[in-house]
């Protein structure tokens, strides 16, 4: 239990927790306050945005009334079912927050007192259009409101007297020992009637089946089970299930630098998640949610090679036009807020290789071969075999010139080995197969001639530079080199001195201007994951292991990590809860739990196939 400071109208990102339902999501603090919420999908507009802005963009706190002692948190095992914990001077009372599942888009809340009498305070503040639409509310009955502005409609139903003040929706109530008080919150069209309530401790319990039911066929990971399993939840709730893509993270424009324009929205998917996505599924387990993320991937990739995105929407949209919302001050005045993407209509020569290896892994792994995988193939490798000569905005997808990355080039060589090794193993011709090694070949000789610098005795982000990029370490987790190759090692020893920071990677060095922005952004926690990986493969065991502690002890107190952290101020930043780095939990805990790694598994995808597996295929 821990001393709760006064409210702060930013709370640090660390102090949220995550609420899903496989189709959104909601971010509440430890405080009882949902900031961040939008409904029915993850890219939809938000309907609380007081996390990057005021209050009055919309909220929903449920806390208890004066001074609270202390507070604590934790999921129940196993599940997305949250519980806060609330110690005041006349008692202790829990609140107990999720998502039921189904096509309904609600969230509950249930006060339980544990202990004594605890008074609560209840603040609903609706803003339609991210904080900016105050909606139509109207009381239908003592204890249900809605809340309509266009095609939108929220109805709360509350068990205590609810009134209204200057746009809020307020109550006071309390709960004494053993007694339990629900609310619930559920969007619908504005246009049909006001759906039946649900029975919100019917869903508590179904919730928390559907949740246990995934969560228990986890299997043990040593001392790593509890991260791993908390990350595949996560995972799992970030996926939008209709369709099985995997959302980045839950959020935009939670800032890499405070303060700075380093603010991108993160509800889409992205390819290059692809490999580790499955590699992560299907090495727990997982083969229907691997099999799912995989048809997604090849229905959204399909059409002109030249069109493929970097990213794409929940149910493979194509057009994510990037705008500013001018009305949100934005996360500790990061501005702009954006809604949208820029980067899909970018050409990153990596994501080529990503697919390939995706598919590679897939097969590997005994998922049936997709029906559409060949035909891809037969379409995006003659384009592929001219467009990897062209430079790129890259990984990191800079707003600055293209340039011709090293990593872009190395995964464009991934292309065409897995494509080498698809081809060999589905028993295709012998001329395709000679024309995509050679081209690899040609590809590998002309990253270790230009992608290495000489002087410095190691490989470089872009060729004839002089600069580090954590990105390189992919040169040995894609078997493009060997672990213990020189090169390769000097260029690990020299990431070393150049982006780390306080045992943390840095992407890359921000302050030369390659990427066209201002200078200066967190510790990148997927770059150090790879790191741990990297060390495994070396034979560096205690370092894979002490790296992979330091970086399990950042998760915050329900097991959550974002994308960034900042050493110095010792803080989480970028977007929460960020899939990338809880793929990384689970895969670093593979490499280092378990003979049959899957970092070995990624280097060396040509050993051992599995026979395919009898499983739906699906569209």
Same mark, same amino acid.
């Given at each position: 239990?821990?001393?709760?400071?006064?409210?702060?109208?930013?709370?640090?990102?660390?102090?949220?927790?995550?609420?899903?339902?496989?189709?959104?999501?909601?971010?509440?603090?430890?405080?009882?306050?949902?900031?961040?919420?939008?409904?029915?999908?993850?890219?939809?507009?938000?309907?609380?945005?007081?996390?990057?802005?005021?209050?009055?963009?919309?909220?929903?706190?449920?806390?208890?009334?004066?001074?609270?002692?202390?507070?604590?948190?934790?999921?129940?095992?196993?599940?997305?079912?949250?519980?806060?914990?609330?110690?005041?001077?006349?008692?202790?009372?829990?609140?107990?927050?999720?998502?039921?599942?189904?096509?309904?888009?609600?969230?509950?809340?249930?006060?339980?007192?544990?202990?004594?009498?605890?008074?609560?305070?209840?603040?609903?503040?609706?803003?339609?259009?991210?904080?900016?639409?105050?909606?139509?509310?109207?009381?239908?009955?003592?204890?249900?409101?809605?809340?309509?502005?266009?095609?939108?409609?929220?109805?709360?139903?509350?068990?205590?007297?609810?009134?209204?003040?200057?746009?809020?929706?307020?109550?006071?109530?309390?709960?004494?020992?053993?007694?339990?008080?629900?609310?619930?919150?559920?969007?619908?069209?504005?246009?049909?009637?006001?759906?039946?309530?649900?029975?919100?401790?019917?869903?508590?319990?179904?919730?928390?089946?559907?949740?246990?039911?995934?969560?228990?066929?986890?299997?043990?990971?040593?001392?790593?089970?509890?991260?791993?399993?908390?990350?595949?939840?996560?995972?799992?709730?970030?996926?939008?299930?209709?369709?099985?893509?995997?959302?980045?993270?839950?959020?935009?424009?939670?800032?890499?630098?405070?303060?700075?324009?380093?603010?991108?929205?993160?509800?889409?998917?992205?390819?290059?998640? !692809? $490999?580790?996505?499955? *590699?992560?599924?299907?090495?727990?387990?997982?083969?229907?949610? %691997? @099999? &799912?993320? +995989?048809?997604? /991937?090849?229905?959204?990739?399909?059409?002109?090679?030249?069109?493929?995105?970097?990213?794409?929407?929940?149910?493979?949209?194509?057009?994510?036009?990037?705008?500013?919302?001018?009305?949100?001050?934005?996360?500790?005045?990061?501005?702009?807020?954006?809604?949208?993407?820029?980067? !899909? $209509?970018?050409?990153? *020569?990596?994501?080529?290789?990503?697919?390939?290896?995706?598919? %590679? @892994? &897939?097969? +590997?792994?005994? /998922?049936?071969?997709?029906?559409?995988?060949?035909?891809?193939?037969?379409?995006?490798?003659?384009?592929?075999?001219?467009?990897?000569?062209?430079?790129?905005?890259?990984?990191?997808?800079?707003?600055?010139?293209?340039?011709?990355?090293?990593?872009?080039?190395?995964?464009?060589?991934?292309?065409?080995?897995?494509?080498?090794?698809?081809?060999?193993?589905?028993?295709?011709?012998?001329?395709?197969?000679?024309?995509?090694?050679?081209?690899?070949?040609?590809?590998?000789?002309?990253?270790?001639?230009?992608?290495?610098?000489?002087?410095?005795?190691?490989?470089?982000?872009?060729?004839?530079?002089?600069?580090?990029?954590?990105?390189?370490?992919?040169?040995?987790?894609?078997?493009?080199?060997?672990?213990?190759?020189?090169?390769?090692?000097?260029?690990?020893?020299?990431?070393?001195?150049?982006?780390?920071?306080?045992?943390?990677?840095?992407?890359?060095?921000?302050?030369?201007?390659?990427?066209?922005?201002?200078?200066?952004?967190?510790?990148?926690?997927?770059?150090?994951?790879?790191?741990?990986?990297?060390?495994?493969?070396?034979?560096?065991?205690?370092?894979?292991?002490?790296?992979?502690?330091?970086?399990?002890?950042?998760?915050?107190?329900?097991?959550?990590?974002?994308?960034?952290?900042?050493?110095?101020?010792?803080?989480?930043?970028?977007?929460?809860?960020?899939?990338?780095?809880?793929?990384?939990?689970?895969?670093?805990?593979?490499?280092?739990?378990?003979?049959?790694?899957?970092?070995?598994?990624?280097?060396?995808?040509?050993?051992?196939?599995?026979?395919?597996?009898?499983?739906?295929?699906?569209?």
């Amino acid at each position: 239990m821990r001393p709760l400071q006064e409210e702060k109208l930013t709370q640090p990102i660390e102090n949220y927790a995550l609420l899903g339902n496989c189709r959104t999501a909601a971010l509440v603090s430890n405080e009882g306050s949902i900031d961040w919420l939008c409904f029915p999908r993850f890219d939809s507009p938000a309907c609380f945005a007081s996390l990057l802005g005021e209050v009055d963009n919309g909220r929903w706190k449920i806390s208890p009334h004066g001074k609270v002692l202390s507070s604590s948190r934790a999921y129940r095992d196993g599940t997305m079912v949250l519980e806060t914990t609330f110690t005041t001077e006349t008692g202790t009372a829990k609140l107990i927050d999720f998502m039921p599942q189904g096509d309904r888009s609600c969230i509950v809340r249930i006060v339980e007192g544990v202990d004594g009498g605890v008074v609560f305070d209840m603040d609903l503040v609706v803003r339609f259009d991210y904080g900016r639409s105050v909606p139509w509310v109207e009381r239908v009955d003592p204890h249900t409101l809605t809340a309509v502005a266009g095609p939108d409609m929220l109805v709360l139903r509350a068990p205590t007297p609810i009134k209204g003040r200057d746009h809020h929706t307020t109550s006071r109530f309390s709960v004494t020992t053993g007694e339990r008080l629900a609310f619930s919150l559920t969007h619908q069209s504005s246009s049909k009637p006001i759906a039946e309530p649900i029975d919100p401790y019917g869903a508590l319990t179904t919730t928390e089946y559907f949740w246990l039911e995934f969560s228990d066929r986890c299997p043990d990971v040593g001392e790593w089970t509890p991260a791993v399993k908390r990350s595949l939840i996560t995972l799992k709730a970030l996926t939008y299930q209709p369709t099985g893509g995997i959302v980045a993270a839950a959020t935009t424009s939670l800032p890499e630098h405070v303060g700075g324009e380093r603010n991108w929205d993160y509800r889409y998917c992205w390819l290059r998640d !692809a $490999t580790m996505t499955l *590699l992560a599924f299907m090495n727990l387990g997982y083969f229907e949610e %691997a @099999q &799912a993320w +995989r048809n997604w /991937l090849a229905r959204s990739v399909a059409g002109n090679p030249e069109q493929m995105q970097i990213m794409y929407g929940l149910a493979g949209e194509r057009r994510l036009p990037e705008y500013e919302l001018p009305w949100l001050k934005g996360y500790e005045n990061s501005k702009p807020v954006r809604i949208g993407n820029a980067a !899909a $209509t970018q050409f990153q *020569l990596d994501i080529y290789g990503e697919v390939a290896d995706a598919m %590679a @892994q &897939a097969r +590997r792994g005994g /998922l049936p071969t997709h029906r559409r995988s060949a035909a891809i193939a037969e379409v995006i490798m003659p384009f592929l075999e001219q467009a990897w000569r062209k430079p790129d905005e890259g990984i990191w997808e800079i707003r600055g010139q293209a340039l011709h990355f090293t990593h872009s080039k190395v995964m464009a060589w991934v292309a065409f080995d897995r494509a080498a090794i698809l081809t060999e193993t589905n028993k295709g011709s012998r001329e395709k197969i000679a024309r995509y090694r050679r081209i690899a070949d040609e590809i590998h000789a002309e990253v270790c001639a230009q992608g290495y610098n000489e002087e410095m005795g190691c490989f470089v982000q872009s060729y004839g530079s002089t600069l580090m990029d954590a990105a390189l370490l992919q040169i040995p987790l894609t078997g493009f080199l060997p672990p213990d190759d020189p090169r390769v090692v000097r260029t690990i020893d020299m990431m070393e001195k150049r982006l780390m920071r306080d045992g943390l990677l840095l992407r890359y060095e921000t302050q030369h201007g390659v990427d066209g922005l201002p200078p200066g952004e967190g510790t990148f926690l997927v770059c150090s994951f790879w790191l741990a990986d990297a060390y495994g493969l070396m034979g560096r065991q205690a370092d894979a292991r002490a790296l992979f502690e330091r970086l399990l002890g950042l998760c915050n107190d329900v097991g959550l990590l974002a994308e960034q952290y900042e050493p110095h101020a010792k803080r989480m930043l970028g977007n929460f809860p960020q899939a990338f780095s809880h793929i990384g939990i689970i895969n670093a805990a593979l490499n280092i739990h378990r003979s049959q790694q899957p970092a070995q598994q990624r280097a060396h995808p040509d050993a051992d196939v599995v026979e395919p597996q009898v499983l739906d295929v699906g569209a």
